[in-house]
Every structure is written in C-alpha cells, then in structure tokens.
C-alpha cells in the first residue's frame, strides 16, 4: 500500500469510533472521489483547525470572539446550563427546549488522573456568575466523575446565593425497565413528576 494511503489511515484511525477497517473505507471513498472532493474536504480540515476555537465567555465552539448562543440577545441570561463537552450542548440545542446560556467545562473532576477544577473551566463558570443569574443548571454526565464535578460546582454556586438544578436522568424513551440497571431506575424514581 502506497505509503501516503498509509499515513491517511493510520490519521483517521486516531478519530473516536473509527478502526482500521472503517479507516480504510474512509480513505478509500476519498480516493474513489473526484480529485476536487479530496482537496475540498483537505481545505475544510484546514480551515476548522485554523479558525474555529472555543467562545471567550462560555467555551463553545465559534468562529468570532463570542458564539452565536451568548451573542444572542432572545437568550435568557438568567439561566445558565453547564455541560461537559461542546457535543452535549448541541444534544441540548438540537432538542430546541432550552433557551438559556450554556458553559462548557471541557472535562469533568477526575482525581486519579490528575483533573482538578483548574483543568475543567471551574473558575471561569464561577466568575460568570453575577446578580442577574439566577439559576444554574447542571448537566454532567450520571458518572462517578459527573456526579463528583456537580457536587463540586453545586457547594460553590449556592455559596453564592444562586439556585442550583440537575438535569432529570432515568429511563430512555423506548426503554425497557427490565433493561435498566437499578440506579437508572432510582434516579428516575426520584426524578419522577405529575403528569
């Protein structure tokens, strides 16, 4: 195999969930593409490194200084929603019932491996918090680490004064209860509400 080939499979093979076989498909379909394909999608690759990085304010993912979400003035500033990753944000805004703000932490506290809250955007979260924020809510993953980092930012939001949610977990649409594991099943319990 050529050793240019080579070297893109191997690069594709370093994206999550992509394996040498379906590395192989990828780099294959980019050859088989007319040439403009290749250098389009090469262009594009470029292009993202080079101008896209995270939102000064609240770690998005933009273009500009500012993401389009805390540049947008329909939002409701008062409501700040705190997720992980820049890819549970937009789960979020694809679901279009949100209309708050967001943070994004980048990670989550995680002690074995040396992440405290100055590697997950802590500190930033807590200096967005002025007097016209008026509910914080948490959407960390149900993780050991999720649960420790939303515990962590809870004690310090309502030192300042500021409610504190988490976002409701339990039983996915679809779901079977037999299935579920039995702290899915608590947490939904617990999450329960009238109808």
């Known amino acids: 195999m050529a050793g240019a080939l080579q070297r893109l499979i191997k690069l594709l093979r370093q994206l999550p969930g992509i394996g040498e076989k379906t590395a192989s498909r990828m780099?294959?379909?980019?050859?088989?593409?007319?040439?403009?394909?290749?250098?389009?999608?090469?262009?594009?690759?470029?292009?993202?490194?080079?101008?896209?990085?995270?939102?000064?304010?609240?770690?998005?993912?933009?273009?500009?200084?500012?993401?389009?979400?805390?540049?947008?003035?329909?939002?409701?500033?008062?409501?700040?929603?705190?997720?992980?990753?820049?890819?549970?944000?937009?789960?979020?805004?694809?679901?279009?019932?949100?209309?708050?703000?967001?943070?994004?932490?980048?990670?989550?506290?995680?002690?074995?491996?040396?992440?405290?809250p100055e590697q997950i955007r802590a500190a930033q979260l807590l200096g967005r918090l002025d007097s016209g924020v008026r509910e914080v809510i948490l959407a960390t993953?149900?993780?050991?680490?999720?649960?420790?980092?939303a515990l962590y930012l809870k004690q310090h939001i309502e030192a300042q004064g500021i409610t504190v949610s988490r976002i409701a977990s339990g039983i996915p649409v679809g779901g079977e209860l037999e299935y579920a594991d039995q702290n899915t099943i608590s947490r939904a319990l617990a999450g329960r509400r009238t109808i």
């Open 27 to 116: 780099a294959l379909a980019i050859l088989a593409a007319p040439d403009n394909y290749g250098r389009a999608l090469a262009h594009g690759v470029s292009e993202v490194v080079e101008r896209v990085h995270p939102c000064a304010r609240c770690g998005n993912l933009t273009e500009l200084e500012i993401c389009g979400i805390c540049g947008d003035s329909r939002r409701d500033p008062g409501l700040i929603c705190v997720v992980e990753k820049v890819p549970d944000l937009m789960a979020i805004e694809a679901s279009g019932e949100y209309q708050g703000l967001y943070h994004v932490l980048s990670g989550v506290l995680n002690p074995l491996n040396g992440t405290g």
């Open 141 to 149: 993953s149900s993780s050991v680490e999720g649960e420790a980092t």
